[in-house]
């Protein structure tokens, strides 16, 4: 990576790098007011964790992930970022978010519910993965 920057930069281009789009993708965990994980299911307010663009689910029903579309500024990505954190905060009822890199108290693996994407064939795919 360092060699591909270098050349960029020593062939005038260094420029594409900073006028480069950028996304983020965030995950957080969903717990209880125990700060437990939550057992509840993808909550409907914020869409379809399936086709909704900017806000899914990973490997647990519990395991949110914000994406940003790909944005010019690092203002315009951040700024995505926090309207999406601040719409799930809004719709997330008794529940909060956990955005530590540590987990929050788990709980057995059968206590990590597996994320649900319906039962299309799409929907079972992902589950499957």
């Known amino acids: 990576m360092k060699s591909r920057l270098a050349w960029l930069g020593g062939h005038g281009h260094a420029d594409l790098v900073r ?4 996304g983020i993708e965030k995950e957080c965990l969903r717990i209880d007011a125990d700060g437990r994980l939550s057992r509840e299911p993808h ?10 663009p900017h806000i899914t689910t990973d490997y647990s029903e519990a395991l949110l992930e914000f994406v940003t ?4 500024t690092n ?13 799930v905060a809004q ?10 890199s540590m987990p929050c108290v788990v709980g057995p693996d059968e206590d ?17 993965y």
């Open 69 to 72: 579309p790909a944005c010019a």
């Open 19 to 22: 006028r480069g789009l950028r």
């Open 91 to 100: 719709n997330l009822g008794d529940e909060l978010l956990w955005a530590q």
């Open 112 to 128: 990590v519910p597996i994320a649900y994407y319906g039962e299309s064939n799409l929907g079972r795919m992902k589950t499957i």
């Open 43 to 52: 909550p409907r307010a914020l869409g379809a964790a399936l086709t909704h």
């Open 75 to 87: 203002w315009e990505t951040l700024q995505f970022l926090c309207d999406i954190h601040c719409f």
